[in-house]
């Protein structure tokens, strides 16, 4: 079979065409036919693998922050039994209802065992919070550093939580000429901390 043979070859009768050609002809279509599938099913494999890929990376990052998050269980553990006691130290450091009374009290007689003379201590309206409530009290008093420095040190060595704020201190002179007596006023605002009651807190 010559070029020309090939060249002669009538497209609407392939059924007339020699042999050796038809075999040539099924070759290449079923070649094509297997190229078209493996490209597109090897371009499938391949999203589907970069997906795979992409899952395993994350299943490796997230089974790495497991094996951190097992590794310091028991450090995890303690430490929050360590939180758990302090809270429950700190709550219990706060007076309820029938002891803040007594918390009153034990200030008052803070200042007076100081040697302080009062010229105002009076409790102010309670302002609660989400799981207490604050208790301020403001404290005038009259007398000197030394004697300021031992209230404001038995007011924070109290058992129960007492801070101290808004302090100033100012002069006052009373009397004329030499019989004037300057004296120091000690101002501020204790505050105490009342745990609230589950009825309260709701």
């Known amino acids: 079979m010559t070029l020309d043979d090939l060249r002669n070859l009538d497209p609407e009768h392939i059924g007339d065409w020699p042999l050796p050609v038809k075999i040539v002809l ?31 990376t994350e299943q490796m990052a997230s089974l790495e922050s497991k094996q951190k998050q097992a590794a310091n269980l028991e450090a995890l553990k303690r430490q929050m039994q360590e939180m758990q006691q302090s809270f429950g130290d700190m709550l219990r450091q706060l007076p309820n209802k029938t002891e803040v009374a ?12 100081a040697g302080l003379e009062f010229e105002l201590f009076k409790p102010a309206k309670e302002v609660p919070s989400e799981f207490y409530a604050e208790l301020p009290i403001l404290i005038s008093v009259i007398g000197d550093y030394h004697k300021f420095g031992e209230f404001i040190s038995g007011v924070a060595a109290l058992p129960r939580i007492v801070t101290t704020h808004d302090i100033s201190i100012e002069k006052r002179g009373s009397g004329r000429g030499k019989e004037k007596v300057e004296t120091l006023v000690l101002k501020a605002t204790a505050k105490t901390y009342r745990a609230l009651d589950e009825e309260e807190g709701k």
């Open 26 to 56: 099924v070759l290449i279509l079923a070649g094509l036919i297997l190229f078209a599938g493996w490209h597109y099913d090897i371009q499938d494999l391949r999203v589907l693998i970069e997906n795979e890929k992409t899952k395993e």
């Open 102 to 113: 007594g918390l009153l009290v034990d200030i008052s007689q803070t200042g007076l065992a």
